[in-house]
């Protein structure tokens, strides 16, 4: 058994893997008036330890830059204080067993690899070069190269939501859900929700925003295609799994015409739990590496 943690800036969620699904799932906010190191582990430790007795190990999926372990917050107001915080060596000390972290994007891209999206299971096509981008709150993705999930020392990598859209901006910045909730205010609706409701009833003007941000995620994806040779792209995330955005993504890809359109876009299919699942995923791949 597994113990997986998935570190968000609004739940902590903690579970049971036993290599085929997750079992006895929790969850609980993040802690909001404190987001510092030792509140927010000593939240997840009161997740974990009623579970810890049947682990092997922990693994942890988690908002931030990770390196060896360590974690950097990229947004201080999602995890505040963390700097290079060692997170493995607190769990590790805390539960008695070997810890792995991953960044949640990398996770959620290992878990759709391996038992969504990415599988062999939901294609025939090869889909060894694989990635999965989030369009949510920001934009974020994680990438799997010749069928490795793909990390860097410095813990910066696959940051989409970092490229630059056509306007020099970065572009979670322009396309992401935060961005299309300043629009909708400004209007006087609600957030990106309402454009979506609204987009859904036919409003030329909602669809035309929904439009421009699927189609700026298009672009990126399809850089991905060119550069690295990625075959095949799944989209998750609050805004990227709302009604009609994935389609949206799609059409662009085709109007692009050849070679763009033929990069395969689909839905991802684990939610909220693909960083759970990618994360405990991950740990055992390298456990067995690490057994003689």
Known sequence: MILALD?????????????????ERTECPTPSADRSPHSVVSAALELLK???????????????????????????????????????????????LPAFVLNDADAAAWGEYKHGAGSASSSSADSSNFAFVTVSTGIGGGLVLNGQLHTTAHGLHAELGYTLAPNDQPLEIVAGG??????????????AREIVQRSVAGDEVAIAKLTESAGLVARAAANLFVSLGITRVAIGGG?????????????????????????EVVRAELGVDAGLVGAAAWAMAQQAKRTP
């Open 7 to 23: 570190i968000g800036g609004t739940k902590l969620a903690a579970a049971l893997w036993d290599g085929s699904q997750l079992l």
């Open 50 to 96: 009623p579970l810890s007795g049947q682990a092997l190990s922990i693994a942890v999926a988690t908002t931030g830059s990770v390196a060896d372990g360590r974690v950097t917050a990229l947004n201080a107001d999602t995890l505040q204080g963390w700097y290079a915080f060692d997170l493995r060596g607190a769990l590790k000390n805390a539960l008695d």
């Open 178 to 191: 935060a961005a299309l909730d300043r629009w909708a205010r400004a209007r006087g609706w609600s957030g």
């Open 239 to 263: 805004l990227g799994l709302s009604a009609g955005y994935l389609e949206r993504v799609q059409a662009t890809l085709a109007q692009l015409g050849e070679p763009w359109n033929a990069l």
